[in-house]
């Protein structure tokens, strides 16, 4: 899954949507997970920015 996540300039997620996914099953789950995650915000001349960044998430079967 490749996610393209807006982070704000208090580092929190404000959107995330899907780029490409191999597997449908694996989008819903990839996008609640990012809307947990926290930043350090991105800096542009000494003060935080918001920014768009793509995320790769990649997925592997347990090992039996």
Same mark, same amino acid.
């Given at each position: /899954? !490749? ?8 580092? *929190?997620?404000?959107? @995330? ?9 694996? /989008? !819903?789950?990839?996008?609640r997970a990012a809307r947990?995650? *926290?930043?350090?915000? @991105? ?8 920014v768009r960044v793509a ?6 079967a347990p090992r039996s």
């Amino acid at each position: /899954v !490749e996610l393209v996540v807006v982070i704000d300039r208090m580092g *929190r997620v404000a959107s @995330a949507s899907v780029y490409s996914a191999s597997d449908e099953v694996l /989008v !819903e789950p990839s996008i609640r997970a990012a809307r947990q995650w *926290r930043f350090s915000p @991105a800096l542009r001349q000494g003060h935080p920015v918001a920014v768009r960044v793509a995320v790769p998430l990649v997925f592997e079967a347990p090992r039996s």
